[in-house]
């Protein structure tokens, strides 16, 4: 079945439709090929986390509690972007103290 996922991470927002029978992980996949789809129209632009949720026509008003929260390190080392992922690494440790690296996928 198909799914709709919305992806933002600073100051894009991109729909991107997953077959959950093919990827186990909709969101992980949507994150992943939103930042593709960046890299192809060359608008990659990326914050330390990239958010995501299932599209619904009757939103709840509590959408954060659907939120998923990524660490886009790991996003980008997934989409096979290991030099950008470094650049998200470096600014990320020496604003913030903190590896990316060493910290989850998810609900950082």
């Known amino acids: 079945m198909i799914k709709t996922v919305i992806v933002s991470s ?3 927002t991109k729909i991107v439709k997953i077959d959950n029978k093919i990827f186990e992980d909709i ?27 299932l599209y619904n026509s009757s939103l709840p008003k ?12 790991k996003i980008l080392i997934n989409a096979g972007m290991h ?7 470096k600014h990320f440790i020496k604003n913030n103290n903190i590896d990316w690296a060493t910290e989850p996928l998810k609900n950082v």
């Open 27 to 53: 969101y992980t996949e949507a994150c992943t090929q939103a930042i593709e789809s960046l890299v192809k129209e060359k608008q990659l632009r990326v914050a330390s986390v990239i958010n995501c949720y």
């Open 62 to 73: 509590d959408l954060h509690k659907n939120m998923h929260t990524f660490n886009a390190y």
């Open 83 to 89: 030099k950008y992922a470094e650049i998200v690494r």
């Open 10 to 12: 600073g100051d894009w």
